[in-house]
């Protein structure tokens, strides 16, 4: 088992930052490559990010913009969310991935709550 938090959601002005935090306990966390997706109301949850030993990949929504990174001595995965837009509003979830591809959903297996992150216009 293993247990996903998220933080660091609000509101926040188009242009802004934020940055999000999962905490990651249950598991050897370092021994994992971790994912986050966002699902907007009305719509099917999406790929954001995804970090494994020393590689990253993103959507093209977000490519250029969004950061993601890990601290494995604070069991924790980040998403550093710049120049915000109206439709980077979403609740975002961190995930534990398993195996496949990363960008699909069935490539993860535990979940967290999300944390919900709305721009305003």
Known sequence: QVQLVESGGGLVQAGGSL????????????????????QAPGK???FVAHISWGNTYYADSVKGRFTISRDNAK???YLQ????KPEDTAVYC??????GNG???SAYDYWGQGTQVTVSS
Do not use: K, P, Q
């Not at 940055?19 to 021994?31: D, V």
């Not at 969310?81 to 915000?84: A, D």
């Not at 961190?94 to 195996?99: E, L, P, V």
């Open 75 to 77: 069991n924790t995965v």
């Open 103 to 105: 960008r699909d959903i």
């Open 19 to 38: 940055r999000l935090s999962c905490a990651a306990s249950g598991r050897t966390f370092s021994r994992y490559a971790m994912g986050w997706f966002r």
């Open 44 to 46: 099917e949850r999406e």
């Open 94 to 99: 961190c995930a534990t991935w398993r195996s």
């Open 81 to 84: 969310m710049n120049s915000l």
